[in-house]
Structures are given as C-alpha cells and as structure tokens.
C-alpha cells in the first residue's frame, strides 16, 4: 500500500484486496504478506551508494530490502496524484536495485475520474527500467462508485478481476523463476555449459529430481540387468523426504534440471550419490564438474569421499576411477563401493576402517 497521507483511503482497498484474493491465494500456495509504506516510514532516499551496489548503510534500506527481496512478485496499491503516482512509491522503488529484478508486478488503483489508471501507466515506465514485468492484468477501482464511508463496497466483478490478477502473477512468478535464479545464482567455474547455473535443491524440487532420475537410471538399470533401483520406483514424496536429509545440488537452465548430485555426512565419510546428467548432455564433463562440486562442499572433518555404483555400470566407474577413486570390495549384490581420501590422515587406522564402507543407496 502507496499512500502515507493520514486518513487516506488505502489501507481499506488493501484489506478488501487482501479478502478478495485470500482464499485463491491459499488454493495456490501462494503467501500474502501485507506491506504498508506508510509504517517502513521510508524517509527520501538517503543511501550513499548507489542502489545496484546492494550496499545499504541505513536500517530502514536494510528492512525494506529484505522485504522485497523474499518475494516472489508485487501487488501494488496505488491512489493517482496529479496525472502520476505518489511521490511514496517512486521513493520506495529508487531504493533498491537487484531485488526487483524478473518478479511480476500487479496494480490496484484508484482514484476519481480516471480510477488511479494513470498513476499505473506512469509506474510501469519505471518499474520495467527496474526489470520487473507488469502484468497486463490490473484493478480500477474508481472511488465514487466503488466506495462507502471509507470501505470498497463488495463487487462481483471486480472481485473476480483481482483473482484473476494474483491467478496471473502466480504463473508469471512460476515462469520468471529461472530467471531469477540465474540472476543471484553464485557464479560456478566448474560448469561451462552456457546459461547454466548451480543451486542447492529444496523439497519443492522433487518433481523435477524425480523425472530426472527415471531418465537417468533407465541405462543402469539395462547395464546392470535389473530394474529393483530406488531411482527408478521412488515417489515424488520419497524425494522430498530425502531432499530434505541430504546436501543436494542442481544444475539448471531456462528452468529444466540438467543435472545434480547429493552428499551427507557419516562420521569422517562424506557420502556422496544420485550423480547425474540428462542424457543429451552427457560427454561435456558435467557429471565430473558436478562430482568435483559435492567434494568440495565436504566439511574440514572429512577425511574420506565414499560413493556405490552399478557393478556392471563401466562409464561411472572410468569417471570415478579417474578422480582417484578406488575399489574397496568386489560386489554385493550388484553394487560397488568406492572411494578416496579427502585429506591426509593424521592417525593411524587399521586396514579395515580403511578398506570397508557401508554402500548407500543409487
């Protein structure tokens, strides 16, 4: 919500839109959270650096920023003043930079003789400067018609035209997703492939990780002559079980996952599975930058990287091999343990805690 001026009329719009959409919004897993610029008490822009920097010295820069930078897209409420919209929101939109970039934007507006239209065709020329995407979907409410006593009067109509708003911003948020990522993603010198990027799996990747796998383990499955493989008959529920107990990372491009790779501690091990590439991308040495990646996130108290493989699976374990892996047993019931030191070991181990690991799951 854009005004600050005392009495104004938009907090009232706001919890109508707030109970116009409330019920869709959770039918969409979308969270709203109402935002008022009016209690950030944003003073003129007062930061010394410039926005893009991301350097905030002031606390109010800092808690605005968070705000806007947990979001996943905007509905802005907005009165018109003066043929443009109100000082408040210019201000609040100048203070920040990389927040805004690839989210959706929404507007409420309203005013008297043109509904608040004219404040939103004038935030658009700014907010598209910013890279946010406006969404052709918008609410006008004009005051003397939609009004009473300080409250927006229920309207059908205009209920459903603010559904549908939030219905489009949720799939312009959905579809903007990669391009977000791929704007924050931490650059990673181990992959090379063009417009690709890294970034840590969460339980709300296991559909994807899911198709990934059943792709990818269809050729073990024939090298090694069975089909009883978790990858292959797991859940998407039983992948955002162990999503959320293991390390997992995913390599991504324009929202599909090429790749990805898990890892978790055990005492000194550092267990590491589910290495895979998408088949068409297979060749380029992603799955050995990918490897190469989950060792390097292994904790200082790590002294060994361990790994199972298909017996008969021999382009995995070339790959493994030439990363300096070894053989520690000959196979148990179809799978081969492997592994390598991850630092020098200071105290002295007998040759069984060297030789034995317990194989984890493919």
């Known amino acids: 919500m854009c005004s ?62 968070e705000l806007a930078d947990a979001a996943d897209g905007f509905i802005v409420v907005t009165p018109e003043y003066n043929y443009g919209m109100p000082a408040t929101l210019k201000n609040a939109l100048d203070y920040l930079g990389r927040e805004w970039a690839w989210k959706p934007m929404g507007f409420v507006s309203y005013g008297n003789t043109s509904a608040g239209t004219r404040a939103v065709q004038h935030a658009k020329q700014v ?23 300080g409250r927006v009067l229920p309207d059908a109509a205009r209920a459903s035209a603010a559904t ?43 559909p994807e990780v899911a ?3 059943r792709c990818c383990w269809v050729d073990e499955a ?7 493989l978790p990858t292959l008959r797991e859940s998407v529920a039983e992948v955002r079980e162990w999503l959320a107990a293991w390390r997992a990372w995913g390599l991504w491009r324009d929202g599909r996952l090429l790749g990805m790779v898990r890892a978790r501690q055990t005492g000194a091990d550092w267990h590491i599975g589910r290495l895979a590439v998408a088949p068409d991308l297979r060749g380029q040495g992603l799955g050995r930058r990918l490897l190469q990646l989950a060792e390097a996130a292994a904790g200082p108290e790590v002294r ?34 492997l592994a ?22 493919r």
Do not use: C
Request: no cysteine; proline share 7%; aromatic share 4%.
């Open 127 to 149: 907010v598209t400067t910013l890279r946010l995407v406006p969404l052709g979907a918008t609410v006008a409410i004009r005051i003397a018609d939609a009004t009473e006593q």
């Open 304 to 337: 060994r990287f361990a790994l199972s493989t298909g017996a008969a699976s021999s382009g995995n374990l070339a790959l493994y091999a030439s990363e300096g892996y070894r053989t520690l047993s000959g196979a148990i019931d179809g799978v081969v343990s």
């Open 164 to 206: 549908g708003m939030l219905e489009e911003l949720v799939r312009v948020a959905h579809a903007l997703r990669p391009m977000r990522e791929r704007a924050r993603a931490d650059s990673t010198p181990l992959i090379s492939l063009p417009g690709a990027y890294v970034r840590q799996l969460t339980a709300d990747d296991a």
């Open 4 to 65: 600050t001026r005392p009495g104004a009329l938009g907090p009232a719009v706001g919890a109508w839109v707030a109970e116009a959409i409330g019920p869709r919004a959770r039918e969409l897993g979308a969270e709203l959270v109402p935002v008022s610029l009016a209690d950030l008490e944003l003073p003129f822009l007062d930061e010394e650096e410039h926005p893009s920097s991301g350097v905030y010295r002031q606390e109010h820069t800092r808690r605005w920023s």
């Open 222 to 228: 024939l090298a090694n002559d069975t089909l009883d």
């Open 340 to 361: 390598k030191d991850a630092q020098p070991i200071l105290a002295a181990v007998g040759p069984a805690e060297v030789e034995t690991v317990r194989p984890d799951p």
């Open 211 to 213: 198709v990934l796998q």
